[in-house]
């Protein structure tokens, strides 16, 4: 029984067009704060509506792949496993394809997530299965090698075990997707109880 929205985005081609419809996720929740792990895409846009927006990114690139490393100038830094914040301290907290990049550290930082958001967290994630094409798990491994890209079965499993309610799932549809029935990128909004 699925218990939550099920929301399917038209398809794109790029990145900005997930990044406007997140802030369009944003402005449905008008949060007074938002802490953006792994990212730096909605500083001007929270500027601009009036939310306290923090980003905080690894000390160092991380880069073993092709996936982006994008610290901002002006944004916090930690060692990929110790958040420095205070439970409850953000609205919103936002990983937008982040978490399989953290391999060894994805579990811990779910929990310290949880107890650093008061009310909502929006997981991004490239999804995989044993079944798809194998184009999309070269595509991964070029991203990052060694990443764990998981499933949404054990996505949703790992919320519910994290105690998240799952009130929202964006499925990000892309024109270059190998196969149009599976879903290989979502956004989660979860509710924290």
């Known amino acids: 029984m699925i218990l939550h929205q099920i929301i399917n985005f038209s398809k794109v081609s790029n990145v900005s067009d997930r990044i406007e419809r997140t802030k369009n996720i944003i402005l449905e929740i008008k949060p007074k704060n938002i802490l953006d792990i792994g990212g730096n895409d909605y ?6 509506n ?7 990114d690894l000390e160092r690139p991380q880069k073993t792949g ?7 100038k002006d944004g916090l830094t930690y060692d990929g496993r110790n958040l420095p914040f205070k439970t409850d301290e953000f609205v919103l907290v ?3 394809f982040v978490l399989h990049h953290a391999s060894n550290n994805t579990l811990f930082l779910l929990e310290q997530i949880k107890d650093i958001s008061s009310k909502h967290i929006l997981i991004g994630e490239d999804l995989s299965e044993l079944n798809y094409d194998l184009k999309w798990h070269h595509r991964n491994y070029i991203h990052q090698p060694g990443g764990v890209f998981r499933s949404d ?3 949703q499993r790992l919320f519910k075990l994290y105690n998240m309610q799952l009130t929202h799932q964006y499925i990000i549809n892309r024109n270059d997707d190998i196969n149009p029935r599976h879903i290989y990128r979502c956004l989660y909004l979860l509710k924290v109880n």
């Open 153 to 155: 079965e054990e996505w």
């Open 94 to 96: 936002i990983v937008n």
């Open 50 to 56: 009036n939310i306290n927006y923090v980003c905080i």
């Open 43 to 48: 500083k001007a846009f929270c500027l601009n």
């Open 66 to 72: 092709q996936g982006g490393y994008n610290k901002d």
